[in-house]
């Protein structure tokens, strides 16, 4: 048997790290975000004006 505590904050603290310090894939992963925004708000918009 084998007891593991896992601490999920301090392992996201960690990837969140990793990622911003490689500039190139930070920079992906931003835009991913903006891009899912951005289509987001378009849908709404259309559910809005009911098109």
């Known amino acids: 048997m084998i007891l593991l505590e896992w601490n999920e904050t301090a392992a996201h603290q960690r990837l969140l790290e ?7 894939l930070y920079d992906a992963v931003r835009a991913s975000d ?3 925004e951005m289509e987001s708000k378009v849908e709404a918009y259309r559910q809005r004006m009911g098109g």
Do not use: A, F
């Open 18 to 24: 990793k990622i911003k310090s490689d500039k190139e």
């Open 34 to 36: 903006l891009m899912e």
